[in-house]
């Protein structure tokens, strides 16, 4: 019987079974090849693209859906569960933080030639902010452009970027003031086959249906109309979608905790030990009530930020725990799940494994744990308050 609820209608529901579907029948077989060619094929995006699913939260005249922040969760909940922290990373590092930027404060030239081809599925994107020596540390980023007449000289050089061997183009942050610090940064779109771009692709320990590079741009040669919203405001594009990204995190860790909970649940009533299933066992069961009900308690929080979010409040504090909290949480939660399984857990054809690896980099992604408490502190104890970027 179905529950009622306080944010999702018969129309989210309706979406949810379509997304499901599509993960079922055609993501989901695609899982082993996808792994072992440490790539997502553009006909993926492509299908995503005439699905409507890329296009949820943006304007209908380039191509989106203009939909309520609720059908995103949806979306990015259905997301989690193909068992692939790659394909899951890349399609939610395209649509919700590369080509927000372009949405929120792109020109309408960028938004047709780059926003609307993304949305179809057409283009893939990246964003591209950390660096090899700065790490959490956005103010200090090195990589410059600087302006000559018409056009932006691109030097420097990004890592840990999804989508980045593969991709079509890329948000980059770049510092168009060097001597103004944070106040310095701006974001432009680069189209990432120009010429003195290196691409370097990462062998990464987890998600490995996505692909991750290390970028370098030698004197790239950039047209100023590519600038994303006003010179020298980057930062604070960042740091206000940083709330968005966090959240999207915060809702793929509680819905891939769920899904591993499912597959342990199911395990430990096929698995017998000493003539019964091992769910009988008192110490195992008690242990799967613990993790249920943090699980749950994870998702109302997640569901009142997602509410808090969608009526345009300032979530920085709420964000962060949540972030924080559900990470921290998958990994706990997967590691436990695994012991359960025992020698069979530590084996590549069960879906256990390939989460435990992609769960380990929750925590440091998006923003590491240790960067979250501090976020929090400076609110919590400093009472530090952060003003809207965009349109202001």
């Not at 692709?201 to 790239?220: C, P, Q, Y």
Request: charged letters at 20%.
């Amino acid at each position: 019987m179905k529950r009622p609820s306080l944010y999702f209608t018969d129309d989210h529901d309706l979406f949810r079974q379509s997304v499901r579907q599509f993960i079922e029948k055609e993501v989901v077989p695609n899982t082993e090849a996808w792994e072992t060619a440490r790539r997502i094929p553009v006909s993926a995006f492509q299908r995503m693209g005439e699905l409507g699913f890329l296009g949820l939260p943006f304007p209908e005249a380039y191509g989106g859906s203009d939909a309520d922040f609720w059908f995103s969760v949806v979306f990015l909940e259905e997301l989690a569960r193909c068992g692939m922290g790659g394909f899951t990373t890349a399609v939610s590092v395209h649509e919700y933080m590369a080509i927000n930027h372009i949405a929120k404060a792109g020109s309408d030239y960028l938004k047709q030639t780059y926003l609307a081809p993304a949305i179809a599925g057409h283009k893939v994107a990246a964003l591209a902010i950390t660096e090899p020596d700065t790490g959490s540390d956005v103010a200090a980023i090195r990589t410059q452009a600087r302006r000559e007449g018409d056009q932006y000289i691109v030097s420097g050089a990004k890592t840990f970027i999804s989508n980045g061997t593969y991709g079509d183009f890329v948000t980059l942050a770049v510092k168009t003031s060097p001597d103004r610090g944070a106040s310095g940064i701006s974001l432009i779109v680069v189209e990432l086959n120009s010429p003195g771009i290196t691409r370097t692709k990462l062998n990464k320990m987890g998600w490995h249906s996505s692909d991750t590079a290390e970028i370098r741009f030698d004197d790239v040669r950039v047209p100023a109309k590519n600038l994303i919203g006003t010179e020298n405001s980057g930062f604070y594009y960042l740091m206000e979608s940083l709330q968005l990204e966090r959240l999207v995190a915060a809702i793929m860790a509680v819905s891939g905790t769920e899904m591993a909970l499912e597959w342990t649940l199911t395990y430990l009533q096929e698995r017998e030990a000493f003539g019964k299933p091992i769910g009988k066992f008192q110490a195992i069961r008690h242990k799967i009530a613990d993790i249920a009900t943090e699980a749950e308690m994870a998702k109302q929080f997640v569901y009142h930020t997602c509410w808090l979010f969608a009526q345009g409040e300032s979530v920085v504090k709420e964000c962060s725990m949540a972030k924080l909290y559900t990470s921290e949480m998958q990994k706990r939660v997967i590691d436990t799940c695994l012991q359960f399984f025992g020698g069979y857990g530590y084996i590549e054809d069960y879906p256990i494994c390939r989460a435990y690896r992609d769960a380990r980099v929750g925590t440091i992604a998006g923003g590491t744990s240790e960067i979250m408490r501090e976020i929090i502190a400076k609110i919590v104890i400093d009472a530090v308050a952060y003003k809207p970027a965009y349109n202001q």
